[in-house]
């Protein structure tokens, strides 16, 4: 299934939710929309659903237009699977009848699978590491395993796109991380397109094919997960998912000297067009060798956070606090004077991701 959403705009009274967002999404792929909280993502999600009616602007399912201002085609009869993030179980039925529910319900669902619902459910059920779970109740699962309820209810009826709203947000770290895998795991056998909305950087470079990085009710930038991270197009961008602090400083063509030490000069031959415009370049906290020799942009630690393999600085030079991610190799110690050098990035690099 292809889904082109084509100019849609969505205004709640004088507030405009969505601003004019295009986007086309290729059959069996996994789009991550990634943004904070109020920037559009779940009313894009919404109306890709058919929850909600565009302002302005279309969705188009496989060449069939499902919304416009004119007219919306109800969930219901839109060959898609959900999960929410509170899950949205029903407390009266065990796991076997949510899986069957759409399968004895939901208007896509193959006639032959129609007909033999409670093996396909059981199929599904194991599919999801649930199948000696078919008679429990909701209220006796975990969070994880209400989880995998709600996906194994999503994908049942073998759904052509599968929507995802923040699915994981309620789940502790460790079971986050599982969840990750799983869904996947699940994507790669069952080749449905996933549009899956999230907060959370990690998990959109984790899972995504695409990414789709949202400010404002706009798009800012759509691309991979290694060009979104590596080759950030406006500084928005390069602080959200990269973390990166943005120096200020010269250009002359392709070389940046910043301003904190004009003798220094980097490659600058992949930086988008916004930095140069701005007299500005980006620079991730892993991209940054700190040490104690006396060449660089001099500065002083501040803070100094353990996470095990690595140690994360921050370091001030003038009144600019720096991020700053080392290895356990060499330590530096709250108040002691450091030198930044920035580490050179590899050439060709971005043809090979591309």
Same mark, same amino acid.
């Given at each position: ?20 967002? %295009? ?8 789009? =991550?929309?990634? $943004? ?13 659903? $058919?929850? &909600? ?13 499902? %919304? =416009? ?28 009848? *949510? ?85 996947? %795991?699940? *994507? ?26 949202? &400010? ?22 390069? $602080? ?24 220094? *000069? ?9 930095? &140069? ?22 500065? &002083? ?10 140690? *994360? ?42």
């Amino acid at each position: 299934m292809t889904t082109e959403i084509i100019g849609l705009r969505k205004s709640f009274g004088s507030f405009e939710a969505l601003r004019s967002i %295009s986007l086309s999404i290729k059959r069996g792929e996994f789009i =991550a929309i990634l $943004g904070p909280s109020g920037c559009g993502k779940t009313t894009l999600l919404r109306l890709i659903a $058919g929850f &909600k009616q565009p302002t302005a602007g279309e969705i188009l399912i496989d060449g069939v237009r499902v %919304s =416009a201002k004119e007219t919306v085609i109800p969930p219901e009869r839109r060959n898609i699977g959900m999960v929410f993030q509170s899950f949205a179980l029903w407390p009266h039925l065990n796991v076997q009848e *949510h899986v069957e529910f759409p399968l004895r319900h939901h208007p896509y669902t193959p006639a032959a699978m129609k007909k033999r619902y409670k093996e396909r459910a059981q199929e599904v059920l194991k599919l999801v590491g649930l199948g000696h779970l078919a008679k429990r109740m909701p209220n006796e699962l975990s969070g994880g395993q209400k989880q995998r309820v709600a996906l194994a209810r999503a994908l049942a009826h073998q759904p052509a796109l599968l929507l995802m709203d923040e699915p994981l947000s309620s789940l502790d770290a460790e079971l986050r991380e599982d969840m990750r895998k799983e869904i996947q %795991s699940l *994507h790669h056998l069952t080749k449905s397109s996933i549009i899956y909305v999230t907060h959370d950087q990690a998990e959109a470079l984790a899972m995504a094919d695409r990414i789709v990085i949202m &400010k404002d009710g706009q798009i800012e930038q759509v691309g991979t997960p290694e060009e979104i991270f590596l080759y950030p197009e406006t500084r928005y961008v390069a $602080g959200f998912v990269g973390k990166a602090t943005i120096m200020s400083g010269t250009w002359e063509g392709d070389t940046f000297r910043p301003s904190a030490a004009p003798a220094i *000069h980097w490659d600058g031959v992949d930086v988008a067009d916004e930095f &140069k415009q701005y007299g500005s370049y980006p620079v991730r906290p892993d991209e940054w060798v700190m040490s104690r020799e006396q060449k660089g942009i001099e500065a &002083k630690v501040v803070n100094a956070l353990y996470q095990g393999r690595e140690i *994360h600085y921050a370091v001030k030079v003038g009144d600019q606090t720096i991020n700053v991610i080392r290895p356990m190799t060499v330590r530096y110690a709250i108040g002691e004077k450091v030198c930044l050098q920035k580490q050179e990035r590899a050439k060709q690099q971005k043809e090979q991701v591309v």
